[in-house]
């Protein structure tokens, strides 16, 4: 598949950095040569200087009817549309534009956008801000990924010494019950496709595959209990925190502390018709968290620019009795060491744009089918085709790579378990978890 990605800051050079261990024809594009040259030095890619809203630099870099995916995600906007619509003239099969404009997103301007050449829209913040809602809801979770409307769920769940799992092989708790399944295990810095003799250690992140009546069976085992989240203190008044608010706002008491004063003017004007508490003054001080009352809330979420100032505030908040910490972790490299600290959930834009993406790339139904990208995992729903290799025998003969596994399905609506002797149909909806790097293995399997 020939890949154009328009912008190599952060979120296209992470994507292009993704799309090229996946044998992908990757060409991305860029005014920065420097940036380009530091892709091109490192990754299996091309790069090409130019800009993203010219003719000429377009179709030098391969954009025609050759090309399957255009992705735009320069820092503005207005570049990412008009470049999707030169895109879209030139005979780009499909087109992905980066916004910063909630208005856009808007159902009743979708036509407006296929007509000019926009096929799709990602907005980073709006998808950060909804992934922070889902953590609100299930505090004791770290991850929580759900297919067709929760018929299976792949639940990720950090365990303490406390938990009754720990110490314990995965063929002796296989043995015993068969409600769920461990996927994979994140150890430090490493994600693992277990096997029945790996023991679960403390400190594990354990990715449960399950159904919905078994949650209250993992959340014992995992030694972990439920609560609700009434208040929540938002650290940094950005796009995410400007997105929550509006998501939020009726559901929980939601306190935002900004540092910089003009953006705390403006802050009331950006959540207007919210019911939320903005407060000037520095989040990272304890004195002054004291003062807006951490001590009586149920969540901390730090969504400054600095993911180390995120980080050690939310150890701060936990420090102070807050249950719940939230932090915005843009560095991929830091984010194994904030999961092995005591911070509840990891927000990511760049792995939450590279998902949307991702399912695009799969040809996915976008309103049925789901892709999540972790720091070095993926997860993906994928729809086994009449004749495949996967459905041409049981589970345990298909002699599956190791960096894969089957989570679980989805067969006639209905989430169901994978064991060794089950049999993948035709039409089944299948959740792989599987390592970076590995999924055009998997799509081998299913095409």
Not at 100 to 129: C, K, M, T, W
Not at 141 to 158: A, M, P, S, T
Not at 234 to 252: E, N, P
Not at 317 to 336: M, P
Request: charged share 25%.
């Amino acid at each position: 598949m020939k890949i154009v990605i328009a912008g190599a800051g952060e979120v296209g050079s992470h994507l292009g950095k993704l799309l090229s261990r996946e044998e992908q024809d990757i060409v991305m594009i860029d005014r920065d040569s420097e940036k380009l040259d530091r892709l091109d030095a490192n990754y299996n890619l091309m790069t090409y200087v130019g800009s993203p809203t010219s003719f000429r630099t377009l179709s030098a870099a391969g954009v025609d009817t050759r090309c399957d995916l255009f992705i735009a995600v320069t820092p503005y906007e207005n570049t990412n549309i008009t470049s999707c619509a030169i895109a879209k003239s030139l005979g780009a099969r499909k087109t992905v534009a980066r916004i910063d404009n909630f208005e856009f997103r808007d159902q009743i301007h979708r036509h407006f956008f296929s007509s000019i050449g926009v096929d799709h829209l990602i907005y980073p913040e709006y998808l950060a801000a909804q992934e922070i809602c889902t953590a609100l809801r299930r505090p004791w979770v770290r991850n929580w990924f759900e297919l067709h409307d929760g018929q299976l769920l792949l639940i990720g769940v950090k365990v303490r010494s406390n938990a009754s799992l720990v110490g314990q092989r995965l063929r002796d708790i296989t043995y015993t019950q068969h409600n769920y399944h461990v996927a994979a295990i994140k150890r430090r810095h490493d994600t693992i496709i277990p096997r029945g003799d790996d023991i679960i250690q403390p400190d594990d992140i354990l990715y449960f595959t399950t159904t919905k009546e078994y949650v209250d069976e993992i959340r014992n085992i995992c030694g972990k209990r439920e609560y609700k989240i009434h208040k929540v203190m938002v650290m940094g008044g950005g796009r995410i925190a400007v997105r929550l608010a509006h998501m939020a706002s009726d559901i929980w008491d939601l306190t935002i502390i900004e540092n910089d004063a003009e953006i705390c003017r403006r802050l009331p004007e950006k959540c207007s018709g919210c019911d939320v508490r903005i407060i000037h003054g520095d989040a990272r001080n304890n004195d002054t968290l004291r003062e807006e009352g951490i001590e009586g809330m149920d969540a901390f979420v730090a969504l400054t620019e600095s993911s180390e100032t995120n980080i050690l505030a939310c150890l701060s908040a936990k420090e102070l009795g807050v249950n719940k910490t939230i932090a915005e972790v843009e560095n991929i490299q830091f984010i194994s060491e904030a999961e092995m600290l005591n911070i509840g959930t990891i927000v990511n834009k760049k792995l939450l744009a590279s998902s949307k993406i991702f399912q695009l790339l799969l040809d996915a139904d976008e309103t049925s089918s789901r892709f999540m990208a972790l720091a070095d995992a993926e997860v993906a729903e994928l729809e086994a085709r009449p004749g495949s290799k996967i459905t041409r025998a049981p589970v345990m003969e298909l002699r599956l790579s190791h960096d894969m596994t089957i989570a679980g399905l989805i067969r006639d609506g209905r989430g169901m378990l994978v064991g060794g002797r089950d049999r993948i149909l035709p039409g089944d909806h299948v959740l792989v978890f599987c390592l970076s790097g590995t999924i055009h293995k998997v799509e081998k399997l299913f095409s």
